[in-house]
């Protein structure tokens, strides 16, 4: 049987309650009540009980992380972006303030609850949770009947109407890929990622690369491929290599990373046949051959300011509406344009 609070105290011949505030670092005792009670936990192997803890302090030391639906199954163990967002949220989260992650992904898609249901609302409240991550666009009327407990929304355009978002700037981001391919000599980019309807932040991308070729007094070319992963990169090169494009931003560097891989596919050399840019800064950016460019943002950064900006939440502070995270650019060989 686990040893508990009052066993420490029998142990140590001390009350219940300074065992337990000398376990929850309130030392208001002598320096050698402090030790024995140390010791004691230690050498019962003492670990604390959370569902005890979580009745009498009202706190559960978890926070949820929720995804729209699209963001489950295969896409969680594909997706680079969403590894490295995971990994900054779980460690800053364990460091800060001791608390667990719990994923959900909500939306219509495979069963999944519709957002902004019942089933979201059940969920935070019966597990008493102490904050809430979003990643996406969620709106007032979606959050409706969740808890009053502190939020904070990754990549979210709607204005939540409470809590703290942590974007970039995706259309200067966009702006600033689809400029360069024009300064290094490229004539016709084009624009390539799925439908926008429904992601604001590849909307944004849009726009950004509409800025580009309209100030250059260049028409639009969009390609839209099947899906944004690697595959539909690579399915959708031969019709890029049939357009009239001499260049293409990609949304994002796994679907880069496959056009680059379908282009060469086909016998075509980058950047001498066709040019390209991504978007991210991923690890296999720089791996692959030609290294790709890309526009940098800090993934790990962004999860951990999140992480950040909860905890400090949870901890009464006020924030400002949002923290908008710096892009670089990150020239490589496939947009460096070899004149003839």
Known sequence: ??????????????????????????FKCSLETKERVLQASHRLDYRPNLAAKTLVGQRSEMVGLVFPSYV??????????????????????????HCDLLLKAVGPARGAPARGSPALRDWVLSRNLDGLIFVGDWGPEELK????????????YLSPGRGHRVNIDDQGGARMASAH????????????????????VNAARLWGYMDAVSAAGIKPLLLEPDSLSFEGGRRVAKALAQSPADSVFAVND???LGILRGLLDLGLNLPQDMGLIGFDDLDGAAQCQP??????????????????????????EELPPQSILPLRLRERMSSQKIQA
């Open 254 to 256: 796994i679907l880069a």
């Open 1 to 26: 049987m686990r040893a508990t609070i009052l066993d420490i105290a029998r142990e140590t011949g001390v009350s219940r309650t300074t065992v337990s505030n000398i376990l929850n670092g309130k």
């Open 145 to 156: 009947g969740l808890p009053e407990i502190p939020c904070v929304f990754i990549d979210n």
């Open 181 to 200: 391919l024009l300064a290094k000599g490229f004539k016709r980019p084009a624009f390539c990622c799925t439908s926008v309807q429904g992601s604001a």
């Open 291 to 316: 290294p790709l460019s890309t526009i940098n943002q800090d993934i790990f950064g962004k999860g951990a300011i999140a992480a950040q900006s909860l905890c400090r939440l949870m901890a009464g």
């Open 72 to 97: 489950d199954g295969q896409l969680l163990s594909q997706s680079p972006f969403y590894n490295i967002l995971i990994n900054a949220l779980s460690s800053q989260f364990s460091e800060i303030s």
